[in-house]
């Protein structure tokens, strides 16, 4: 009944930035913990940033400084704004509920590259 459809992923350069998007259909998660996600090829998926239902967030320690999560309740929309991107940082990209449902979006691709 939930969907969650991340966008904005894409190809850039190490140092450049990214925008992410995720659209929450089906639920209202305005008091709801949300969370953005990242799965590189081979490895496990792991939490990079949290955002609680005030707006507090809170960022894995690889990516603290460089990222921001944001939200818009209005919207029922949570963003991740990328700065000095790494090549380290390319991956699929995912949000959810913070702790997650079983059940994912199709991600949006970050690949940092020269």
């Known amino acids: 009944q939930v969907q969650l459809v991340e966008s904005g992923g894409g190809l850039v350069q190490p140092g450049g930035s990214l925008r992410l998007s995720c659209a929450a259909v089906g639920r209202d998660f305005r008091f709801r913990t949300m969370g953005w996600y990242r799965q590189a090829p081979g490895k496990q998926r792991d939490l990079v940033a949290r955002?609680?239902?005030?707006?507090?967030?809170n960022y894995a320690d690889s990516v603290k400084g460089r990222f921001t999560i944001s939200r818009d309740n209005a919207k029922n929309t949570v963003y991740l704004q990328m700065n000095s991107l790494k090549p380290e940082d390319t991956a699929v990209y995912y949000c959810n509920v913070f702790p997650p449902l079983t059940s994912w979006g199709q991600g949006t691709q970050v690949t940092v590259s020269s």
């Open positions: 955002i609680f239902s005030g707006g507090n967030p």
